[in-house]
């Protein structure tokens, strides 16, 4: 099993930055590759950003590429997502995801639904 638990959301101004984390605990957390997702309200859940269990693979939805940064430290059960040039389309509750069906695989999965473990989320809202 593995829990999930995101910080680092808040209210911020259109351009500023948050930079949110996930802490991880469970058996096998370092051979996860690891996703961000997020939902607006009335919105799908819609993908973010993923990295795979060495970080050596990245992938990012074209809505945030060059402006979100996904990284992770495996000693620290740890994945992060630095936001930067925040629009008020990315508000939104975030939520970080674990695949175990990838577990060790140079391959992210994009897909929500091959993702096995949710942490309950933190709320970014970008004011205008």
């Known amino acids: 099993q593995v829990q999930l638990v995101e910080s680092g959301g808040g209210l911020v101004q259109a351009g500023g930055s948050l930079r949110l984390s996930c802490a991880a605990s469970?058996?096998?957390?370092?051979?996860?590759?690891m996703g961000w997702f997020r939902q607006a309200p009335g919105k799908e859940r819609e993908f973010v950003a993923a990295?795979?269990?060495?970080?050596?693979?990245?992938v990012y939805a074209d809505s945030v590429k060059g402006r979100f940064t996904i990284s992770r430290d495996n000693t620290k059960n740890t994945v992060y997502l630095q936001t930067n040039s925040l629009k008020p389309e990315d508000t939104a509750v975030y939520y970080c995801?674990?695949?175990?069906?990838?577990?060790?695989?140079?391959?992210?999965?994009?897909?929500?639904?091959?993702?096995?473990?949710w942490g309950q989320g933190t709320q970014v809202t970008v004011s205008s």
């Open positions: 469970g058996r096998t957390f370092s051979t996860y590759p």
């Open positions: 995801a674990a695949s175990y069906a990838y577990s060790g695989s140079y391959y992210v999965p994009r897909d929500l639904e091959k993702y096995d473990y």
């Open positions: 990295i795979n269990w060495n970080g050596g693979r990245t």
